[in-house]
């Protein structure tokens, strides 16, 4: 029998396109392109897009991107790479996802940022049509790049909402690269309506949290693990109602917590602050969202409840109107009777 918790109705709102292609898949591109990639089959392949036990670092996770970075260089593959990943949401019983990426990533090909929103919408919509999940956009700024580079996504950003774009993101290195270095981008995204959401207190501490907020205008924290550094403005942050997109396991493989036992995921959740659970790159750290779930019951004993509050913070926080939030409710409260579970009261 499948699980409970792969039955679930479930969200996702912190989910990297280029950390989900499917190896078979990479593989396959690469034979059509002529892409040598120097792997011998598929497991090596495979071990190649994965995070070893061994990762010390999130610049070391991040080299497991490269090699499908290297193969999103068409519209080709990119629509096919977006309506798998969308596809292995809905087979996880995801029902609604927000897929995140970084169109200047994608632009080796001499793609234009425009053409390549284009390209991972028509797949995510085509896998929408088909599972009937509900499927967004979010685009991301690098921390790398500089302010034109960043704008340019910004703006298209703003001009693709009727494609399903959502909000924007900044993700790289951020011990590296500090927000204070993208005010203006993310000024210019508040400015045009545009819902931000920063990665922030993972690989550096507590005030990037805070930067994040009061000079990046974020609405979500990706990550934000390590809040419990700062007590005071981890009140703030659950005053001010600003949900966390935690991703524990990849949390762990990135060294943002030293161990398993060490994530404050459960503390968070006591504390009354908006937790939410998400994969980050289910195959760069091997999971999805059921076996995220399972291990919050496993390892942080949430009960049925508390999983179901994780869900019920994901609706809340997912940057989408109210009129496409009240219809998430009914569906899971629909979904939790009829798997014999009863909605968490709010
Ligand atoms: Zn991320």
Redesign the pocket.
Known sequence: MMSLMHRLPKIEL?C?LDGSVRPATAAEIAEEEGIELNCSDLRELTERMTVSPSCTSLVEYIQRFELPLQLMQTRKALTRIAYETAEDAALDNVRYLEMRFAPQLHTRGGLTVDEIIGAVSEGLSAAEEKYGHCVRMILICMRHHGQIDNEVVVRAASRSKELGVVGVDL?GDEAGHPNELHTEVFELADRLGLPITI?AGEAAGACSIRSAVEKLRARRI??GVRLREDAELTQVIRERRIPLEL?VISNVQTKAVSSMENHPIRDYLDQGLLVTVNT?NPTVSGTNLTREYENLARRFRFSEKEIRRVAQNAIEAAFVDEERKEQLRERFEREWRELGLLAVES
């Open positions: 912190h990297h993700a990665h990706g990550h991703c980050d």
